[in-house]
């Protein structure tokens, strides 16, 4: 969600004067925040005591949402590098909109689903739980 933040922050700034430093520090902190979420994700499910596999699945779902974002901040950072040339930019924007859709929904995706890749606490049924027929030590063979 930070990152998000700091994503819209990258678009306020591209209203401003050219203020260089705010938008390259917003873009970098964006990014570098896209690249940990999945590290994060990871960390606090293993924290939490999730599923291994569960935490995998998640990590790659952040990681691959968090691409389009990379990419517009790469566009941002190396091609415009102001937020005045950012201004007139087309297809950055339709880049970073669909990162922004993408790493919304899956960290939405993956924060209801964290809770719900914890493994049950109650105790599985053994074979000593299981009922046995009951031997009557009294034959009535004649």
């Known amino acids: 969600m930070t990152a998000l933040v700091l994503s819209v922050l990258c678009g306020y700034l591209w ?5 260089l430093l705010s938008f390259t520090a917003a873009h970098l902190g964006s990014a570098l925040l896209c690249l940990g979420a999945p590290a994060s994700f ?12 569960l935490l995998e699945l998640g990590a790659i779902l952040l990681a691959i949402a968090g691409v389009p974002m990379l990419i517009a901040h790469g566009i941002y950072l190396f091609s415009i590098r102001t937020s005045v040339n950012a ?13 922004w859709a993408a790493l919304l929904i ?3 995706a993956c924060t209801i689903g964290l809770p719900l890749a914890r493994p049950s606490r109650r105790r599985r049924p053994t ?4 009922p046995t027929q009951r031997q009557d030590p009294v034959s009535w063979e004649p």
């Open 42 to 53: 990871v960390v606090v499910g293993r924290v939490l005591g999730c599923r291994a596999d």
């Open 106 to 108: 899956t960290s939405l």
């Open 87 to 99: 201004a007139a930019d087309i297809g950055g924007i339709g880049i970073a909109i669909l990162g």
């Open 127 to 130: 074979e000593a739980d299981q």
């Open 15 to 19: 209203t401003q004067e050219d203020r």
